[in-house]
Every structure is written in C-alpha cells, then in structure tokens.
C-alpha cells in the first residue's frame, strides 16, 4: 500500500469530547462567558519515542501555519535545550515564542504527573508575546507508554516512525491507542526497512477504533500537510466550543 | 505532631510542585566526585540538613506563622528578601523562585481561598519554603508538620537523584534516609525553636562549594537536571 493511499480522517466525529471528563485548566474562566476577545489558546501536545521525528514534526507546523496562527512551542527536553535550539536554528518561529522546560530525567513526569513547569512556560509564553491561537507542546523523547495530562494539552498527537519497525502500532500503549492523533512517520524510509504500511495501518485501525492516523514523509510533505489540517479542524472545534460553552 | 495524611500527601514525593526536575545539588556532587555511594550520599544529605534544609524548614515555620498576623504581607516580604540574603548563588535563587511558583500553581488549585495573595508578586515568583509555609497554613497544619515536610524535602531529592544518576541500590539509599530520620527531625524541631525571632534573625548557615558547583550547573551543555 503506498502512503498517499491510506487517508487521514481528521473531520470524524471525535467520540472523546463527549466521553472524557474535561477538568478546565483555567477556573477564573467562565466557559460559559460570551467568547473573549483573547481565547485561551489550543494546547496540542506532540509526543512519541526518541528519533519519532517530534521536533521536525513541530518545525512543519511551525512553516505550515507561518502566517495563519499565532504559534507558540514548548519543547520537553531529556537534556538541556536541544530541541528549542534546533528550532530556533531551524529559523521556522521567531525564539520568543519557544520556551524550553527541562525535565530531570523524567520526561514523562512533566507531561503527565507534574505538568506546572509545562503551565508555566505556556503562561510565560503569553505574558512574553501576547495571545496565542495555537500552543504546541513537544514531550522528551520518550517510550510507547508516554502520555499527556488533559490537564496540560487539549489534544495530543503520537508519532511513531516506520524505521522503529511495523510492530509499533501492536504493541499498543496510552500513545498508539488513545492519542487524538497517530503519525506514522518516515514514510519515505519504508522500502529500506521493510516495514509494511498496511500492516501499520491495519494495527493502528485495530488498536484505535475511530481514532485517525495519518502516513507522513516530511521529506515528500515538508508542512504536514495532513496533520495541519488535523489541527486546523482541532482548532475550529477548540473555539466553537468556547464560544457556546 | 500528630500524624496526619495531609502531612503525607505535602512531603509525597508525587506531590505535582516540580521537585522531580531537581537534584538539590546532587549531580554536580557526583560530577565532583564527592558523592559516589551510599556512604558518601549520606554525607552529603547530612550537610544538606544543616545547610539548606535547616534554612528552608525556618523560613517555611516563619511563613506559616506569618500567615496568621495581621501585617503578613509585609512580614512575608521580609522573610523573602532574608532568604535571598541567604542564597548566595543566583542560580540556586531562581532554582527556589521556580519551585515556589510550582507550588504555588498546586496550592492556588488545591486550596483556592489560602490566602497566597500575601506572598510578594512579580514574574520570579515568591522562594520555595514561603509558600510551603501557607501552603500548609491552608492545610492547617502546625509548625513542627511544615518544619518536618521541608527538612524531608531536602533530603529525599538528592537521595531520588542519587538513585537514577549512580544506580545505586534504592534499599541501600532508602537505608540512609532511615538512618538520618533522626537528623531530620531534629532539624525541624531547631527550625521550630527559631518561629518567633524577627526575620533577619533566622537561621542563615551555608555551603560555599555547593554554591559554586550550582554556578558551574547550569553552564553544563549536558545535565539530567535543572539543579
């Protein structure tokens, strides 16, 4: 099966919204208040195992919505700034809407358990730059049981890659399973590896029921195209729901 | 003291305030080679609780009596300004302004109403031990809980770094932690005797070396943690 053959479903109905309690991470704000002129922004979080491709991912947002959105990131790192370094060398988003959180050894912790150093950077964000429509918060490389707290994202995004092997998306976990969004990614690496999208496709589609995937090569798509859709969709659903409560 | 899992649930190390992402000096010890094994992490939490660990339990009892007078904000004022006297490496400052604002983020959900707008504002965020000190006001604790809770929290950071940073054996390191429960406890009861004295008379000893290995820390291109 080649890549462009498996669709995303990124306009389903996201069965979740429903389904989960949502705690809002804000209690001064009154969701049911008429929409304020300054939204609390989408917090999407991005995660996946180390070497996924999570940080070039954040760069194809970062070009994709360039002039669309107003774009902040969060990078978790294992070690220093690594990945907010990368970006900011990459040129794709001006530094001040980067912030770097520094994790201690514990990179899930800061996405799951103790998510304030994550809040904090995101209020830092605000306060340096104003109001945001989209904050993307990348998570330390990690392992397959890596997840984010809904009380730090909205939604979050899970990249595997096809040279991690085909097995991935069996093998399951919070990340495969549950994310809003599962990314194959590396696509182009495929035929090297011998990995099998179908076999990919089929698992995920086993393991995630209605929950979308998407195949991605950002060497072939260099804006993601598929996931910035994704969010964009995330996006308009994320104020509507603001603005009727 | 009576045991209380209020008590419990501040000292967990699982309390989401952002503890996990320091090492209370611990790496930069082990880069220095001066913290290597059980024997020698002892030493170095021992010298934590007389340091460090005494100065916070203090400031964290003043903080907590402070809650109740009428002028607290001027008094918390003081005591902030007298622990930045006392930490004398910028970066051991902002390591305790970011945790005060950590737990300050816990507090305001956990208690909405526990009277943190006394602590002194502006984007650093107010040290550590002051909001430990309203924090467990608003949990109604008493001084020797809130002495003990920060005297622990001295101890049990570096000991959970030295775990990951060394693989040592966590019986043996949980060993050493049992072995200075006593230290500890009496380092929080000297942090109680000391409630009642004016905030530039609290207690003020220091650690030059790990001063300056916390300077050097944050230079690293390379560390596992912030602190």
């Not at chain 1, 804006?223 to 603005?243: F, I, K, T």
């Not at chain 2, 203090?58 to 109740?68: Q, S």
């Amino acid at each position: 099966m080649r890549p462009e053959s498996v669709s995303p479903t990124p306009h389903e109905p996201v069965p979740h919204d429903e389904t989960v309690p949502h705690t809002h991470p804000e209690p001064g704000v009154d969701p049911h208040a008429p929409l304020p002129s300054t939204v609390r922004p989408l917090r999407v979080g991005i995660g996946g195992p180390v070497g996924s491709g999570k940080t070039a991912l954040v760069a194809a947002l970062c070009r994709a919505f360039a002039d669309e959105l107003r774009l902040g990131v969060v990078t978790n790192d294992i070690y220093t700034t690594e990945d907010a370094d990368f970006l900011r060398r990459a040129g794709v988003l001006d530094p001040a809407r980067i912030r770097a959180v520094e994790t201690g050894c514990c990179p899930h912790t800061a996405i799951r358990d103790d998510i304030g150093a994550n809040l904090d950077a995101i209020d830092e964000l605000v306060d340096g730059v104003g109001p945001l429509d989209l904050v993307l918060v990348e998570s330390g490389g990690d392992n397959l049981t890596a997840t984010f707290s809904r009380g730090l994202v909205d939604r979050q995004i899970f990249v595997v890659d096809v040279a991690g092997g085909d097995k991935v998306p069996r093998k399951g976990g919070p990340g495969v399973t549950a994310a809003d969004l599962l990314v194959i990614n590396k696509t182009d690496l495929a035929p090297m590896v011998r990995a099998d999208l179908s076999v990919m496709d089929r698992d995920a589609r086993a393991r995630r029921g209605d929950l979308p995937t998407v195949f991605l090569s950002i060497v072939v798509d260099p804006l993601a195209s598929a996931v910035a859709d994704w969010v964009r969709h995330e996006l308009a659903h994320h104020r509507g729901r603001l603005a009727v409560g | 003291m009576t045991p209380s899992s209020m008590v419990l649930l501040l000292a967990d190390g699982r309390f989401p305030a952002g503890a996990h992402a320091h090492s209370g000096g611990l790496e930069a010890a082990v880069a220095a080679g001066l913290v290597t094994d059980p024997a020698t992490l002892g030493e170095f939490l021992r010298g934590r609780l007389a340091t460090g660990g005494l100065v916070a339990a203090a400031f964290a009892v003043a903080a907590h009596r402070a809650a109740g007078v009428v002028d607290r904000r001027s008094t918390l004022a003081r005591l902030d300004a007298e622990l930045d006297a006392r930490t004398a490496a910028p970066a051991l400052r902002a390591v305790s302004r970011r945790q005060g604002r950590a737990l300050l983020r816990a507090g305001r959900e956990l208690w909405p109403t526990g009277g943190f707008e006394a602590l002194p504002a502006g984007p650093p965020g107010p040290h550590q031990p002051l909001v430990l000190g309203l924090v467990a006001a608003a949990a109604d604790l008493d001084p020797v809980a809130v002495a003990t809770i920060a005297a622990y929290g001295s101890m049990t950071g570096p000991a959970s770094a030295a775990v990951r940073l060394l693989g040592l054996d966590p019986y043996r390191v949980h060993a050493v932690l049992a072995a200075l429960a006593a230290d500890c406890d009496a380092t929080a009861a000297r942090a109680v005797a000391t409630a009642a004295d004016p905030p530039e008379r609290l207690p003020a000893p220091a650690a030059p070396l790990t001063d300056i290995h916390a300077e050097v820390h944050t230079t690293w291109e390379v560390r596992l943690f912030a602190s």
